[in-house]
């Protein structure tokens, strides 16, 4: 297991950026780009992540990037691979899309999947906090059922889509799900990646304090309650191969699991959640866990 | 500088080049500031490179990992997390002026 | 030169007998563009075709990128592109709609990307065939856009469209149009010229971007403000409307740059496109002149002979360049004629057909300014046939005589009148 004093020191985003104090995303981003290194160019749809990288002139990081319209990132993506083998590049630099819920779950599906299906070799990392934020909090294809949004003010209705299970559909060497809260579980899935051949998909979820009510400083609590409430289980798929995370192999157990409510009540947005909603998500939970328990023993 | 008049055949497409600060001094954003408190902080204490969460979960890249953690004060954004977990309570957020 | 010559510098020039589809082909692989990405769509899908035939074959080293959809080709290129490759594409009808997020995304990035284009009519309903309507949708996306008549322009103004695109002090996308079916399915003797000849022609592309360099850190494509940034000692960045200054600049300044490319490649070559942004025909000692695009502008050459039997004196200006639109070429060329007869395979919904409306602001305000009127034909493959040239003649004779001009759009070639059970007068009532 890495530890803090592995990872490189060097911090590829320059301080003082225009990302929301407390940004999850920023911390991500940052983490990403330590395991990534300084041969890595990055692809951005609009998002969260555009603003962090600053307005004209100037950025904020020191690996280049290139922004592209919100649909495109896969095939942004795969534009920079194919160029970058056109010019015998390839093997040398790594090739991450990095994209918010909205870009990558909802107007980005398309030419994802596409890029992944094509075997692009590239990195795309969705960093999901679950709203569409950098346009002031509404609702997208990854909020879940019950939250508050700007266009779902009395709680969205419906489901969350399930990315990293739609995208180990496509059969791909590597997919992980990850979380700011358990930054060394997020810098080995990077590593992970990169030394892997073809398309590699990490699913991050990322706390918002503004869009998900909560105060900047809890950022890393309110995660862990995400894993620890079994809401947001830790894993990899590689090469098929289900393999349970060690932050979250504990609450395989429901004993050790707190309460969802926990991480439900600490945030503005679930604040006119109905007792309906919750035994949903208790149900939800308990299903996921039976199916990651499954897939443990089948292996 | 460039004449956009006269020079227009160099402004292609819009590119930017990498700087600190690209938002301005970002410090100015909050009041409140991370302050260390040496006698309590793990790495100073047993004089061993360790712990280091204040680096580690830093989402603005403003902790340095070194002994003492030195902290950007300019930059930092005052969000608290430091603070949070901070695993022997030694970071309080204090009034600090930034300029 | 005897048959003998002649056939041995055929055999020499490797002529081809290709489609105007096949034509793009071979010209993409003698670029030696490094990217391609491609959807299929009729009928445009042969180019793609080939070009996937001749890497196949090993006859062309790029990538292809066989993409989900137009939206994705474009945005592939477009990446392609900053990262420092050569690229192109083809396509057509909705399948240039779907990029259209992405056209002036290239342009404003100033990406020397080519699209062929086989022009299609756009639904609905349904039409696989030629019309304009798809190429002049786009007229406002900071593309250079050209027009070609036969398949060896196809090859040709591929060639010239590389060099134009990526000259330094031009900078932008150009899309290389022929007409679907008419000309991309159709076959014609095309000469193929030889690899070195066309390398010294289209030296390697000096791209402006190239994110491959990883060593010059830089974000592409960020956001901007209304103003400029300064940020003093680390320099002073333009703002969106200075970007937007120098795109259009770039874009009027390129007409003389097309037609130097031009003037250059049929010296090497021999073969030349009238100055390289109109042709002419019988032009002259015209009173009447038509003026058309692609296989409007084919149909119309044809009728001038008959008419000049008749004793009228008409010319022909097919136009090739229609974006940037050749406003003061044009204001020198038609000024003191009488009439120009415009036919658009293509309208301006609402109003009239663009062609016609983009030369009445050309000419606006010349002194001995032409007499201009305007026809529909040909929409959704309609045959255009030689008698609906004449009945435009003849009207706009008419109407010229009499002094009046009409906004009002005209069609040629509709057979409304052989609905049996349509009244014209009851179907346009509408809610009055």
Redesign the interface.
């Known amino acids: 297991m890495v530890k803090?004093?592995d990872?490189p020191?060097e911090?590829y985003?320059?301080?003082?950026?225009?990302?929301?104090?407390?940004?999850?995303?920023?911390?991500i981003y940052?983490i990403a780009l330590k395991a990534l290194g300084?041969?890595?160019?990055i692809?951005v749809p609009a998002s969260c992540l555009?603003?962090l990288?600053?307005?004209?002139?100037?950025?904020?990081?020191?690996?280049?990037?290139?922004?592209?319209?919100f649909?495109?990132t896969?095939?942004?993506?795969?534009?920079?691979v194919?160029?970058?083998?056109?010019?015998g590049?390839a093997d040398e630099?790594n090739v991450v899309a990095f994209a918010g819920d909205g870009g990558t779950v909802d107007i980005g599906i398309?030419?994802l999947?596409?890029a992944v299906?094509?075997g692009t070799n590239f990195i795309f990392a969705c960093y999901d906090n679950e709203a569409y934020m950098n346009t002031g909090v509404q609702r997208s294809g990854s909020t879940p059922p019950g939250a508050f949004s700007t266009t779902t003010p009395n709680g969205k209705t419906g489901y969350k889509k399930n990315m990293a299970k739609i995208l180990e559909a496509h059969g791909i060497p590597y997919v992980a799900t990850a979380i700011s809260s358990y930054?060394?579980d997020l810098y080995q899935k990077f590593r992970n990646a990169v030394e892997i051949k073809g398309p590699k998909y990490i699913h991050i979820l990322a706390p918002c304090p503004p869009g998900w009510g909560y105060?900047?400083?809890?950022?890393?609590?309110i995660g862990r309650l995400a894993v620890q409430t079994g809401f947001w289980p830790l894993y990899e798929v590689i090469e098929g191969k289900f393999i349970l995370s060690k932050d979250s192999q504990k609450f395989i157990d429901p004993a050790k699991r707190k309460p969802i409510t926990d991480y439900l009540k600490a945030q503005k947005r679930f604040k006119s959640i109905s007792d309906k909603e919750i035994k949903q998500y208790q149900n939800y939970i308990e299903a996921q866990w039976n199916e990651i328990e499954k897939r443990i023993k089948n292996e | 500088m460039v004449d956009a008049k006269k020079d227009f055949q160099k402004i292609l497409g819009s590119v930017q080049k990498p700087v600190k600060g690209e938002a301005g001094k970002t410090g100015t954003w909050s009041s409140k500031k991370p302050i260390i408190d040496l006698e309590k902080c793990i790495p100073v204490k047993s004089g061993k490179p360790s712990c280091f969460n204040c680096w580690l979960y830093c989402p603005e890249a403003v902790v340095t990992r070194t002994i003492p953690p030195k902290i950007d004060l300019e930059y930092c954004k005052g969000c608290g997390i430091c603070q949070m977990e901070c695993p022997v309570k030694a970071i309080s957020m204090e009034e600090v002026k930034i300029e | 030169m005897t048959i003998s010559e002649k056939s041995e510098k055929i055999r020499d020039l490797k002529t081809k007998i290709l489609t105007g589809n096949h034509a793009a082909a071979h010209a993409l692989r003698q670029a030696k563009v490094g990217v391609i990405a491609a959807y299929p769509i009729t009928p445009q899908s042969p180019v793609v075709e080939k070009i996937a035939e001749f890497i196949s074959k090993g006859k062309l080293n790029a990538r292809f990128v066989k993409v989900e959809s137009e939206h994705s080709a474009l945005a592939v290129c477009c990446a392609a592109s900053a990262t420092g490759s050569r690229v192109g594409t083809a396509t057509s009808s909705h399948g240039l709609m779907l990029m259209y997020e992405m056209l002036p995304w290239a342009s404003g990035n100033r990406l020397p990307i080519i699209i062929n284009l086989a022009t299609r009519a756009t639904g609905a309903p349904w039409s696989v065939w030629t019309d304009h309507q798809d190429f002049i949708t786009i007229r406002d996306v900071g593309w250079i856009q050209m027009f070609c008549m036969d398949n060896q322009e196809i090859y040709d103004t591929n060639l010239q469209a590389f060099k134009i695109a990526e000259d330094p002090r031009v900078f932008l996308p150009a899309i290389v149009a022929y007409d679907g079916y008419i000309l991309s399915h159709t076959m014609m003797p095309v000469s193929i010229e030889k690899q070195d000849e066309v390398d010294n022609f289209l030296p390697p592309l000096e791209h402006h971007y190239n994110l491959s360099d990883i060593s010059v850190v830089k974000g592409i494509d960020p956001v901007t403000t209304p103003y400029l940034r300064d940020r003093s000692s680390e320099g002073i960045a333009p703002g969106y409307f200075e970007y937007r200054y120098a795109m259009q600049k770039a874009l009027e300044n390129s007409i003389e740059i097309i037609m130097k490319v031009h003037d250059e490649f049929s010296e090497k070559f021999g073969r030349s496109y009238g100055n390289g942004i109109y042709k002419t025909y019988l032009t002259e000692d015209a009173e009447v002149i038509i003026f058309a695009m692609g296989s409007v502008a084919s149909q119309a050459r044809n009728v001038i002979g008959q008419l000049r039997k008749e004793g009228m004196k008409v010319g022909l200006v097919s136009l090739k360049l229609f974006r940037p639109f050749p406003a003061s070429q044009l204001r020198a060329l038609l000024k003191g004629v009488k009439l120009v007869v415009v036919f658009d395979r293509d309208i301006g919904y609402g109003y009239e057909g663009v062609l016609s409306y983009e030369l009445k602001a050309a000419l606006y305000g010349l002194k001995e300014s032409p007499f201009i009127k305007g026809f529909i034909v040909g929409l959704g493959g309609r045959d255009i046939t030689d008698q609906h040239i004449k009945k435009g003649i003849t009207k706009a004779l008419k109407e010229s005589e009499k002094g009046i001009i009409s906004h009002e759009t005209d069609f040629i070639g509709t057979q409304l009148e052989l609905l049996s059970e349509y009244d014209e007068k009851e179907y346009f009532k509408g809610g009055l």
């Not at chain 1, 020191?62 to 592209?68: E, G, I, P």
């Not at chain 1, 194919?82 to 010019?87: P, Y």
């Open positions: 803090t004093m990872l020191e911090e985003i320059l301080p003082g950026t225009r990302a929301c104090a407390g940004c999850s995303m920023a911390l940052r300084p041969n890595t160019i692809t555009t603003v990288h600053g307005m004209q002139g100037f950025c904020t990081t020191k690996v280049s990037v290139l922004h592209t319209p649909a495109t896969g095939a942004s993506a795969s534009g920079i194919a160029s970058l083998e056109d010019k590049l630099i398309q030419s999947s596409g299906e094509r930054p060394l105060n900047p400083k809890d950022s890393i609590e």
